[in-house]
């Protein structure tokens, strides 16, 4: 009994991460389409919260990072990683540039060339981090996931909704009401789950630190 409700615990926020994407898109459905497109719009509530819970995440991985807990390297590649991310959903170069930074419009368009100075060790520092924390984790993640660890399906989960929600923006270029609404559902959905696996990990890590008591028998 115990276990059945250890386990219905550590899946709870995820299911209610699904249920609440579920919710959004009904209730967004529902609304007039000019109130909708607000909220889902550039610096509309969904989009602040969606980077809202990407900064969380990256700050929880920062806190890891700072407090030298191992592996520090990894925790301090996921919280620049998740600060990159973030900026990426905000929309952030538009304060700067016109083309995103990762666009190969932006080096041959008419944007300044110290923005595309500044804008090269930025990429590459990212790809590279990107690169090293993946490669790196791959091995790991691939047997929590073959255990059904909690994070390992998250991570699954939030590669699913990400990039579904990539794919679908490219195959129907947002034209759909609907499809517009689940596409950047996905994605605050996604976010909050990026959101969770460090907490997730960071609640394993603290139990496995837990010294056990000395048994009386």
Not at 53 to 65: E, H, I, K, P, T
Not at 82 to 96: G, P, W
Not at 109 to 116: E, F, I, N, T, V
Not at 147 to 165: D, E, H, N
Request: contains cysteine; proline residues 4%.
């Amino acid at each position: 009994m115990i276990e059945r409700e250890n386990r219905f615990s550590k899946w709870l926020p995820t299911a209610l991460v699904i249920v609440v994407l579920a919710i959004l898109v009904i209730v967004f459905n529902a609304m007039d389409q000019n109130v909708a497109d607000k909220l889902m719009g550039d610096s509309g509530l969904i989009q602040d919260l969606t980077a809202g819970f990407l900064l969380a995440g990256a700050m929880v991985c920062l806190q890891r990072a700072t407090r030298k807990i191992s592996p520090r390297l990894k925790w301090a590649e996921a919280s620049f990683i998740l600060v990159i991310y973030a900026l990426r959903e905000m929309d952030f170069h538009r304060r700067f540039t016109i083309e995103h930074i990762s666009n190969k419009k932006f080096y041959i368009g008419p944007d300044p060339m110290l923005a595309k100075v500044i804008a090269v060790p930025i990429v590459l520092l990212t790809v590279v981090a990107l690169l090293h924390f993946t490669l790196s984790n791959l091995p790991h993640f691939r047997e929590q996931l073959k255990r059904k660890k909690v994070w390992a399906i998250q991570m699954t989960i939030w590669a699913i909704l990400l990039f579904g929600s990539q794919i679908m923006d490219k195959a129907w270029g947002g034209d759909d009401f609907l499809e517009h609404i689940i596409e950047e559902n996905m994605e605050f959905a996604a976010a909050i789950i990026v959101f969770l696996i460090p907490l997730e990990i960071s609640h394993q890590h603290d139990i496995t630190e837990v010294p056990q008591l000395p048994s009386n028998d």
